[in-house]
T-cell receptor, first 113, second 111 residues
Framework: NAGVTQTPKFRILKIGQSMTLQCTQD?????MYWYRQDPGMGLKLIYY???????DKGEVPNGYNVSRSTTEDFPLRLELAAPSQTSVYFC????????????FGSGTQLSVL | QKEVEQNSGPLSVPEGAIASLNCTYS??????FFWYRQYSGKSPELIMF????GDKEDGRFTAQLNKASQYVSLLIRDSQPSDSATYLC???????????FGKGTRLHILP
């Protein structure tokens, strides 16, 4: 099984550009999450979803949007990139309560210059 | 404010000794607690989870939970150089589906 797949692995954006980080999982998990990790820091929750058609804000949602049209896919959209969005982005999935073990993708290193 | 706190370290422990990592959380209603290990440049991986007060052991790892004190810890016995990593504490706050992470503790095992 591929697990959780994120694309791209690396990306450089100019200020004001837009992009979509792709995340797909093949484990039929209902729960999916987007986190960002700044250097030397923990993970900050951006958005999460408990099923297709349902999304909710996390700790740091400003500047991002998500959609969940299928169980497998949970893309993260950056509309107007800013230097403060330079980070490593991780997508994760889980079966959900009470089995909340997170399976992580390999991450996307994003730089906004 | 809901949050999870950890000492960022680095914590240096001699090889073969016990490493003790600590985490506190603010939401008294939290129910699920996790320890993830993250090597530099890699994704986090789950090493322990605990739901009930007390100790839970898995090989060299022991998770300890004290809900009254809002405190969760991870003990690593017989520390090995391969244990050198950042350890992230994560909490499912009040079972509302949000899994919140602390900043992580960097652990160095000294050969």
């Amino acid at each position: 099984n591929a697990g959780v797949t994120q694309t791209p692995k690396f990306r450089i954006l100019k200020i004001g550009q837009s992009m979509t980080l792709q995340c797909t999982q093949d484990m039929n998990h209902n729960y999916m999450y987007w986190y960002r990790q700044d250097p030397g820091m923990g993970l900050k929750l951006i958005y999460y979803s408990v099923g297709a058609g349902i999304t909710d804000k996390g700790e740091v949602p400003n500047g991002y949007n998500v959609s969940r049209s299928t169980t497998e896919d949970f893309p993260l959209r950056l509309e107007l990139a800013a230097p403060s969005q330079t980070s490593v982005y991780f997508c994760a999935s889980s079966l959900g309560v009470p089995n909340e073990k997170l399976f992580f993708g390999s991450g996307t290193q994003l730089s906004v210059l | 404010q809901k949050e999870v706190e950890q000492n960022s370290g680095p914590l240096s422990v001699p090889e073969g000794a016990i490493a003790s990592l600590n985490c506190t959380y603010s939401d008294r209603g939290s129910q699920s607690f996790f320890w993830y290990r993250q090597y530099s440049g890699k994704s986090p991986e789950l090493i322990m989870f605990i739901y009930s007060n007390g100790d839970k052991e898995d090989g060299r790892f022991t998770a300890q939970l004290n809900k009254a004190s809002q405190y969760v810890s991870l003990l690593i016995r017989d520390s090995q150089p391969s244990d050198s990593a950042t350890y992230l504490c994560a909490v499912n706050m009040n079972r509302d589906d949000k899994i919140i992470f602390g900043k992580g503790t960097r652990l160095h095992i000294l050969p």
